[in-house]
């Protein structure tokens, strides 16, 4: 394998796994709810994103013919992570308020 | 051809998909994906609705560009936030008064400002047009609210022409 | 030293695993349960790519795949689940 393909793939898993660390110590750390939701929604969502990219790129030099697939979970992940992020966002809103008439 | 597609940005992305899944591996699983594109659009065309036209591919494009490049750019900024000190932070509620008046547009905006660190879109309001996010750290809203408008939704209103 | 970034990678995500288990268990409130549940099933497709990478294969992939669907739609509907107490009206 060719070692510039090898450096770029290694550095993107490092760097996919450090912001997804990061998106899950928001989540661990943040004080309440809203904020805490800024964290997998976003951090998460490129660091996955930036492995998936890292393994599109690893089996398109190592094996014969482009890896394209990786490619479809990439576009899935940026499509479905603002969509629950929204839904989540409306049940805790719609909790809270619940909380607050009683 | 209208009958035949009636969503063809949708076949479009069918037929890419399909592409990306199989790797293009040949011509049999390209054909599968083309049937696909005919197929699925027109078995579920009742269920989709009317979709603004795209008028301005290129500012789309452009667009796309510059979403990109923000996740990638204001991730980090994110990044200082949640490792720093919590107490610093100002998290606010900001309602940002929208031009758009397309239910479609008012969706990708609100992604577009859920993926864009440093905000989570809450609710759109499709009766007074306003949409609601939370900010992680905003010590000025108004000034938030004017940089997702000019930044995000006036590309938006170009693209859509509504 | 793919295989550095392999080995640091699995160690990352694991640690990231754990933050989210901690995050499940305390609660307080049940959307910060299903986020913690989103967040790991987002984690463990990272997981299956590295696997998938440091096997040289790609039948880890399908698996990804179907855990970003599988996982999307089960968000979804605890999440429509709280907001409606109902899934499918």
Request: with cysteine; hydrophobic share 55%; net charge positive.
């Amino acid at each position: 394998m060719n070692p510039a393909v090898e450096t770029i793939v290694s550095l993107l898993i490092l760097v996919g796994a450090a912001f997804a660390l990061l998106g899950s110590i928001g989540l661990a750390r943040l004080p309440d709810f809203f904020a805490r939701l800024h964290g997998p929604t976003k951090a998460t969502t490129l660091g996955v994103g930036a492995m998936v990219l890292a393994s599109s790129l690893h089996f398109s030099t190592t094996a014969p013919g482009l890896s394209l697939h990786e490619i479809a979970v990439l576009v899935f992940l940026f499509i479905s992570a603002p969509v629950s992020a929204h839904v989540l966002a409306k049940a805790a809103l719609h909790r809270q308020r619940r909380k607050d008439d009683r | 051809m209208k009958r035949l597609l009636p969503h063809p940005a949708l076949s479009a992305a069918i037929f890419l998909l399909w592409a990306a899944l199989s790797n293009a591996a040949s011509v049999g699983a390209l054909a599968v994906g083309a049937l696909l594109a005919v197929l699925l659009p027109a078995v579920t065309r009742r269920f989709w609705p009317d979709t603004p036209r795209l008028q301005r591919p290129g500012v789309a494009l452009r667009l796309a560009a510059r979403v990109a490049l923000d996740i990638v750019v204001a991730n980090a900024a994110v990044a200082r936030r949640v490792l720093g000190p919590l107490s610093r932070l100002q998290p606010a509620f900001v309602e940002v008064p929208l031009d758009l008046r397309d239910p479609f547009a008012a969706t990708i905006l609100a992604s577009i400002v859920s993926l864009t660190p440093g905000t989570v879109s809450i609710d759109v309001d499709q009766t007074r047009w306003v949409l609601s996010l939370h900010a992680l750290d905003a010590p000025d809203p108004q000034a938030l609210a004017a940089a997702i408008k000019a930044r995000y939704e006036a590309p938006l209103k170009e693209v859509f022409a509504c | 030293m793919l295989n550095f970034a392999i080995e640091t990678g699995f160690v990352l995500i694991g640690l990231a695993m754990t933050l989210n288990l901690w995050r499940l268990v305390r609660g307080p409130d049940a959307t910060d349960r299903i986020l913690a549940l989103d967040t790991m099933t987002i984690n463990a497709i990272a997981l299956l790519v590295l696997f998938g990478v440091r096997a040289g294969s790609s039948a880890y992939f399908e698996a990804a795949l179907i855990l970003a669907v599988m996982g999307f739609v089960g968000t979804v509907a605890l999440a429509k689940y709280l907001l409606r107490g109902d899934i499918i009206e």
